[in-house]
């Protein structure tokens, strides 16, 4: 009898533990199908933010996108596409100069629209093989520039022009009117159409006529003393369409550094064109990197004071890079030989942005 007892007692308790075993996997296959449940809920992904820096590109089929524009991608290293329908000369220099053509960019003017960067082959601009080495460097697309990059590419052109115009002035003073025209010119001829939107939309009085007033008088009668008159007027123009954009922003060592790399940019990719077998050949070229080059100077010292305080070595360092580029132009009128070589200007820029992207990245 207590065998048979012993026997139900063991058996009821197998029956409990069924049970437990029951519930706890009922539970455990609950649980899981949860989980399972909520790792696969769709998520919820939070737009990209676009900084107000930044470039929208448009495709020749309309479509857009979005790319950043910052301090990395402006200047020496540029990953910006040169559009081949729309730059301006001192922009497609940088084709010129890297392929050692002289006159090749008017060339490129010329032989425009392109529906694609292989048309420059096909409208034999360039030969296949010196496509090859610059294709990376073009583009027919459209940038459009929004929020700071915008003011950068604003203030660059109109810097360009006040270059152009400072050298010109040298070269009247010198009595060579024939080398001041051409850096006349420039401005209204290459730049203006450029800046002419933004014009606009800054509430900024048109300033082409004086410009072409200025330009016909030193064509014309270069020695009247008008052209002092004239030539005030110009700059006083140019001056005002630069004071669209607030002081504060102009003064602000991240915009103002922007701007100087961007023209000296330029300048050294004038400098590199009027050079050839170690002679100047390009004597326009040579004038055009003078008078960038002391814009940048003149740009420098309204940001001096706050560099010396916020970035003692940045500024100790930019201000011995512009005096060692300002010896490479002794005098408005080229030397038979450059004073520094390329490669020495070409460095000195490059060190110039490397420094001014430590700036960039405290600000």
Not at 172 to 198: G, M, S, T, W
Request: glycine residues 2%; hydrophobic residues 40%.
């Amino acid at each position: 009898m207590s065998y048979l007892f012993s026997l139900v007692k063991k058996l009821f308790q197998t029956v409990i533990k069924t049970k437990a075993f029951l519930v706890l996997f009922l539970l455990s296959l609950v649980s899981a199908i949860a989980i399972s449940a909520c790792t696969n809920e769709p998520k919820v992904s939070t737009p990209p933010t676009t900084t107000a820096n930044s470039a929208t590109v448009e495709s020749k089929d309309g479509s857009k996108s979005e790319t950043p524009k910052d301090s990395k991608m402006a200047g020496h290293n540029s990953k910006v596409k040169i559009n081949i329908n729309e730059a301006i000369l001192s922009s497609l220099d940088k084709i010129e100069a890297e392929l050692g053509i002289a006159g090749l960019s008017n060339k490129i003017q010329a032989a425009r629209p392109y529906a694609k960067v292989e048309d420059l082959v096909s409208k034999k601009v360039i030969n296949a093989e010196q496509f090859e080495k610059i294709k990376d460097m073009v583009s027919v697309e459209t940038i459009v520039l929004t929020g700071e990059a915008k003011d950068v590419d604003y203030l660059t052109k109109l810097g360009l022009m006040k270059g152009h115009m400072i050298v010109a002035k040298e070269l009247l003073d010198l009595q060579k009117p024939d080398q001041a025209f051409p850096h006349i010119e420039h401005p209204v001829e290459e730049i203006y159409a450029d800046v002419e939107a933004q014009l606009k939309e800054r509430n900024v009085k048109e300033f082409k006529q004086p410009l072409i007033d200025l330009q016909q008088l030193v064509k014309s009668k270069p020695t009247d003393p008008s052209v002092t008159t004239k030539y005030q007027e110009a700059m006083a123009s140019i001056d005002t369409a630069i004071a669209a954009v607030p002081i504060a922003q102009r003064q602000s060592p991240k915009l103002a550094l922007q701007v100087i790399n961007a023209i000296l940019d330029t300048a050294g990719t004038e400098y590199t064109a009027a050079i050839a077998n170690d002679k100047i050949k390009e004597i326009v070229e040579y004038q055009d990197s003078r008078g960038f080059t002391l814009y940048v100077e003149q740009l420098y010292k309204s940001i001096a004071p706050a560099m010396e305080k916020e970035h003692p070595g940045t500024h100790k360092q930019f201000t011995a890079s512009l005096e060692k580029l300002k010896s490479a132009y002794p005098s408005p009128l080229a030397p038979e030989k450059p004073v520094l070589s390329v490669a020495d200007m070409s460095a000195l820029i490059k060190a110039n942005e490397q420094a001014a992207a430590k700036v960039y990245a405290k600000t």
